[in-house]
């Protein structure tokens, strides 16, 4: 009797935990972590290639970037996830400081106006950030899905 329950303990355990598992993953949409976090990740494979791109296309259309620039994610605050990606400029000792750029939204005037505030901030974290003074966002970078 002792050897059975050794045996049949692990197995009804193991079986819970899978019937969990199962039951927790209909809750949580795999597909939207997989695309957060792939987001974050091609931003920042991509980030100086599309840093380079920007001022290139800056300087075509006779809008020189002559400040540091850099390319960091988009965080959407209240969500938590990432959402693209934003070039940031200004002075390169403050540019160096900055990780991410926050998004917070809000209706103005009954929904007539759908705002979007941008704000450079020096984490990655959605939470305990700090802004960046004497940054600006020059551009914002679309990653399709």
């Known amino acids: 009797m002792k050897r059975l329950s050794h045996h049949v303990l692990p197995v009804a355990l193991g079986g819970l935990l899978l019937f969990s598992a199962g039951r927790m993953t209909s809750a949580i949409d795999l597909g939207d972590i997989l695309k957060v976090g792939g987001i974050g990740f091609l931003v920042k494979q991509f980030a100086k290639p ?3 791109f920007v001022n ?10 002559k400040d540091a620039t850099k390319v960091v994610p988009i965080l959407s605050l209240g969500k938590g996830g990432y959402i693209g990606a934003a070039q940031v400029i200004g002075k390169k000792v403050d540019v160096d400081r900055v990780e991410a750029v926050a998004q917070v939204e809000g ?5 007539r106006f759908r705002v ?9 974290k959605a939470t305990n950030f700090h802004r960046v003074y004497n940054v600006g966002v020059s551009a914002v970078i679309d990653v399709k899905i």
């Open 50 to 52: 599309l840093n380079d």
């Open 56 to 65: 290139t296309l800056m300087m075509n259309h006779g809008a020189e970037n």
């Open 107 to 111: 209706d103005f005037s009954g929904r």
């Open 116 to 124: 979007k505030g941008l704000i450079p901030i020096d984490t990655e």
